[in-house]
């Protein structure tokens, strides 16, 4: 006779209501929480390093920007009238060379606590030029373009204004940064046609204690009223110092590549390319 073997039935032991689980589920639920505890800390932690932060380079001028200003006990950051109030005036009108100016920020005492409260309050700046020479004298001139896509400029008698639609030289400001007066601290110099001395952007006026301070570059040289505190998005410049990115990149080639007129599209497609060529993985890139 035959015997098959039977097929054994491992028995589980049972478990009731209020039984603690295992050491080991336990272990690994614990250990999960843990990370999912230390990934939300993280997090929070990286959100916290973002907003806006002072430049530390000239590099840190691309981009967003806020410029601040500290006169006593009041912040004040540099800006265009509220978009409802410009909305009424043309960007050509003669009032329009007039508007910019010196906004107090009412709900901050610290210039590294201040932030835009308004798009009116943001610039965006850029190099004005593809100089790649740096004894070249435009190869640190940089324009500011406001949310309303003009550029702040300034005219032959140091009149402040943002109406111009396209780079020219009133709009080219040359910045000159100020270590010894701590981070972020920058002065904006400009040329216009004409002028044989350089000229500073500058406070008018300051201790007034007004909500509002008007601006002009009518001064050679930097003191007090012409030393601002320039503060660009703490993302960018984290991604801008990645290993890979331009902003990683030293030297004049790396200069020449940022400034050859390429689009970051094109730069990225010529990269891949020349990745793809040295792996030879692909004949169609040859």
Same mark, same amino acid.
């Given at each position: 006779?035959?015997?098959?073997?039977?097929?054994?039935?491992?028995?589980?032991?049972?478990?009731?209501?209020?039984?603690?689980?295992?050491?080991?589920?336990?272990?690994?639920?614990?250990?999960?929480?843990?990370?999912?505890?230390?990934?939300?800390?993280?997090?929070?932690?990286?959100?916290?390093?973002?907003?806006?932060?002072?430049?530390?380079?000239?590099?840190?001028?691309?981009?967003?920007?806020?410029?601040?200003?500290?006169?006593?006990?009041?912040?004040?950051?540099?800006?265009?009238?509220?978009?409802?109030?410009?909305?009424?005036?043309?960007?050509?009108?003669?009032?329009?060379?007039?508007?910019?100016?010196?906004?107090?920020?009412?709900?901050?005492?610290?210039?590294?606590?201040? @932030?835009?409260?308004?798009?009116?309050?943001?610039?965006?700046?850029?190099?004005?030029?593809?100089?790649?020479?740096?004894?070249?004298?435009?190869?640190?001139?940089?324009?500011?373009?406001?949310?309303?896509?003009?550029?702040?400029?300034?005219?032959?008698?140091?009149?402040?204004?943002?109406?111009?639609?396209?780079?020219?030289?009133?709009?080219?400001?040359?910045?000159?940064?100020?270590?010894?007066?701590?981070?972020?601290?920058?002065?904006?110099?400009?040329?216009?046609?004409?002028?044989?001395?350089?000229?500073?952007?500058?406070? @008018?006026?300051?201790?007034?204690?007004?909500?509002?301070?008007?601006?002009?570059? =009518?001064?050679?040289?930097?003191?007090?009223?012409?030393?601002?505190?320039?503060?660009?998005?703490?993302?960018?410049?984290?991604?801008?110092?990645?290993?890979?990115?331009?902003?990683?990149?030293?030297?004049?080639?790396?200069?020449?590549?940022?400034?050859?007129?390429?689009?970051?599209?094109?730069?990225?497609?010529?990269?891949?390319?020349?990745?793809?060529? =040295?792996?030879?993985?692909?004949?169609?890139?040859?």
């Amino acid at each position: 006779m035959e015997y098959k073997a039977a097929k054994i039935n491992k028995v589980k032991k049972l478990s009731f209501k209020g039984d603690k689980k295992s050491s080991l589920r336990h272990d690994k639920k614990s250990k999960t929480k843990k990370h999912r505890h230390d990934i939300k800390e993280s997090k929070q932690e990286d959100e916290a390093k973002d907003g806006w932060v002072p430049i530390t380079s000239l590099s840190d001028l691309e981009g967003p920007l806020t410029f601040y200003f500290r006169d006593d006990d009041l912040i004040y950051t540099l800006s265009l009238p509220p978009r409802e109030a410009a909305q009424t005036q043309s960007l050509d009108s003669a009032d329009a060379e007039q508007l910019v100016q010196m906004v107090a920020l009412n709900d901050t005492s610290s210039i590294l606590e201040a @932030e835009p409260a308004a798009v009116e309050q943001v610039f965006v700046g850029r190099k004005s030029v593809p100089a790649t020479e740096t004894t070249d004298p435009e190869y640190n001139m940089y324009s500011f373009k406001s949310y309303a896509g003009s550029y702040l400029s300034a005219d032959r008698k140091g009149h402040i204004g943002c109406s111009a639609l396209a780079i020219g030289p009133l709009e080219k400001w040359t910045p000159v940064l100020l270590p010894e007066r701590g981070e972020g601290a920058i002065a904006l110099m400009i040329k216009p046609p004409g002028v044989s001395e350089d000229y500073f952007l500058s406070v @008018e006026n300051p201790s007034s204690g007004n909500q509002s301070l008007a601006v002009a570059a =009518k001064t050679t040289s930097i003191g007090f009223c012409q030393g601002f505190i320039a503060k660009c998005q703490a993302a960018l410049r984290k991604h801008r110092y990645l290993p890979g990115s331009a902003g990683a990149e030293s030297g004049p080639s790396a200069a020449s590549r940022y400034n050859s007129g390429q689009s970051n599209d094109e730069r990225r497609a010529e990269a891949l390319l020349d990745k793809r060529q =040295k792996s030879k993985s692909d004949r169609y890139c040859k």
